[in-house]
């Protein structure tokens, strides 16, 4: 082996060896959790001990692979610069460096490249301001084609964002998500599929596991709002009523509203994510899942993170 790759090598086997003490603690706590919440009284101790155990594992495991690939990643650029000027000369390196910095900012956050979202409306409202109180500035109609998304505000209601659009030549102006269907690209926070570019023929049923990467995550989406309505009953982790108008509901009463997130992972696949957000006044927490399967008969919620676990529910009686 050349002498000059060593460190190199030492690095990736150090590298491994961290993953891996991280991947037992995580194992370890992902084994315990669930006896912890279903064992009741003294026989939980045991349990907890080994999450606790398993989590100083993985902490320990984590950061020091972490701050490993941080370090072992710079190290290689900063010999990958000096290599490059002593190659070509420092006045090239820093000019193209700069360029590329340039290039990269430009793409990434000047918005030139960005194509404009072109989307539907079911009401037309638009506000001055990003709440319901404000004024409104005019009244589109759903045959208006030249609505345009600009930006999501940090403003909610219902679960749903306000969006910034511009309308006419020049015109701006506030709208509600609630308000707003997509019509071939998806963003998050809006209403649904206009009914315009509705699909004819749609799936029966979702499952994750068999999208492709080119999936039209309008498609899905409007299939998942399409199938989610209705009581989904599970012995284990609770119930859930979901109506057609994105409420949540309980025994007939409205403690919230749900929707849909679209977010695609670091290959570009895309993940559906049922978002929960309820009422100030309800005892409950704002809860996020990661959809993997649906269908008539079942449904399948997954929580992400270390302590990632999935739930089933099967389909109770319909609601409205």
């Not at 650029?77 to 000369?89: A, D, N």
């Not at 596991?209 to 309505?229: H, M, R, T």
């Not at 409205?254 to 009422?279: A, C, R, T």
């Amino acid at each position: 082996m050349n002498l000059k790759n060593l460190p190199h090598a030492i690095a990736a086997i150090l590298f491994v060896i961290g993953a891996l003490v991280t991947y037992i603690g995580i194992k370890i706590i992902s084994q315990d959790i669930q006896i912890f919440e279903n064992t009741p009284g003294d026989g939980a101790i045991p349990a907890l001990f080994n999450i606790i155990i398993g989590g100083v594992i993985a902490f320990i495991g984590g950061l020091c692979t972490a701050v490993l690939l941080i370090t072992w990643a710079f190290g290689a650029l900063i010999q990958l610069f000096v290599k490059l000027i002593e190659l070509f000369g420092a006045k090239p390196v820093f000019i193209t460096l700069a360029a590329v910095l340039v290039l990269l900012w430009v793409y990434f956050f000047s918005g030139f490249f960005e194509r404009p979202i072109y989307v539907g409306t079911l009401d037309g409202s638009i506000y001055s301001e990003p709440t319901f109180t404000a004024s409104k500035d005019t009244v589109l109609t759903a045959a208006d084609a030249k609505l345009k998304l600009i930006h999501a505000t940090d403003s909610t209601s219902k679960g749903y964002n306000w969006f910034l659009v511009s309308y006419g030549k020049s015109l701006k102006g506030y709208m509600w998500g609630g308000n707003l269907c997509a019509k071939g690209q998806w963003v998050n926070g809006m209403g649904g599929r206009c009914e315009s570019h509705k699909q004819h023929v749609l799936a029966n049923e979702f499952d994750l596991n068999e999208l492709k990467k080119d999936q039209n995550a309008a498609d899905v989406i409007e299939v998942i709002y399409g199938s989610l309505p209705g009581l989904w009953i599970s012995d284990y982790s609770g119930d859930y009523e979901f109506t057609s108008q994105m409420e949540i509901a309980n025994e007939g009463k409205v403690i919230g509203w749900w929707s849909i997130e679209l977010e695609e992972n670091f290959m570009g696949y895309p993940k559906f994510y049922l978002q929960l957000d309820y009422l100030p006044d309800v005892n409950k927490w704002g809860r996020r899942f990661l959809i993997t399967r649906l269908n008539n008969t079942g449904l399948s919620l997954k929580t992400e993170g270390l302590f990632n676990k999935e739930s089933y529910y099967k389909r109770g009686n319909q609601i409205n």
